[in-house]
């Protein structure tokens, strides 16, 4: 697997630019979109069958490619801070169903967390916030979200926002 060159030319830069230049930041929080996150790059490269039982049957594998895309992550949070200086890096990470989440706290403080802390640390150290979009029923996974420093979690109605917001306060 190859990753695409960030190694963007000055005009392309200047173009986003351009558009950033156009939103007031008085009256808008500015922010990147980046799609796909972590677990969605890696179900796009096989299919999320296959890329759920690799974590089980290659987990050496799975981390060396879950590794090189977080570098590219990191790499490409650089550039945009460098250049657009957004409030917030926003992260599109699906980590679960309608019902239930698609592995467990375990599963993704060994396969995802070290990785997604690397990329939210980035975020931070550029002084961006980090906001994590997260479909499916995935309350269970907010303490991994907690531990990575995610600022902020995007997650859908099914979940009980009110309960996490009691449970966790001020960590997200």
């Given at each position: 697997?190859?990753?695409?060159?960030?190694?963007?030319?000055?005009?392309?830069?200047?173009?986003c630019?351009?558009?950033?230049?156009g939103?007031?930041?008085?009256?808008?929080?500015?922010?990147?979109?980046?799609?796909?996150?972590?677990?969605?790059?890696?179900?796009?490269l096989?299919?999320?069958?296959?890329?759920?039982?690799?974590?089980?049957?290659?987990?050496?594998?799975?981390?060396?490619?879950?590794?090189?895309i977080?570098?590219?992550?990191?790499e490409?949070?650089?550039?945009i801070?460098?250049?657009?200086?957004?409030?917030?890096?926003?992260?599109?990470?699906?980590?679960?169903?309608?019902?239930?989440?698609?592995?467990?706290?375990?599963?993704?403080?060994?396969?995802?967390?070290?990785?997604?802390?690397?990329?939210?640390?980035?975020?931070?150290?550029?002084?961006?916030?980090?906001?994590?979009?997260?479909?499916?029923?995935?309350?269970?996974?907010?303490?991994?979200m907690?531990?990575?420093?995610?600022?902020?979690?995007?997650?859908?109605?099914?979940?009980?926002k009110?309960?996490?917001?009691?449970?966790?306060?001020?960590k997200?």
């Amino acid at each position: 697997v190859k990753a695409p060159s960030l190694d963007f030319p000055p005009h392309l830069w200047d173009i986003c630019k351009g558009m950033y230049a156009g939103v007031d930041g008085e009256k808008a929080f500015k922010a990147c979109f980046v799609a796909p996150g972590l677990f969605e790059q890696c179900h796009h490269l096989m299919s999320i069958e296959e890329a759920l039982m690799a974590f089980y049957e290659y987990p050496d594998e799975m981390h060396e490619l879950i590794d090189a895309i977080a570098d590219w992550e990191v790499e490409l949070a650089k550039g945009i801070c460098e250049n657009l200086h957004p409030d917030m890096l926003f992260h599109h990470d699906d980590w679960g169903s309608q019902r239930a989440p698609f592995f467990s706290a375990n599963t993704v403080r060994e396969m995802l967390a070290p990785y997604l802390k690397r990329i939210v640390d980035s975020a931070h150290k550029h002084g961006m916030y980090f906001e994590l979009h997260s479909c499916g029923q995935v309350e269970s996974l907010v303490p991994v979200m907690i531990e990575c420093g995610v600022d902020l979690w995007n997650g859908q109605d099914m979940n009980d926002k009110v309960k996490m917001a009691q449970m966790y306060g001020d960590k997200i």
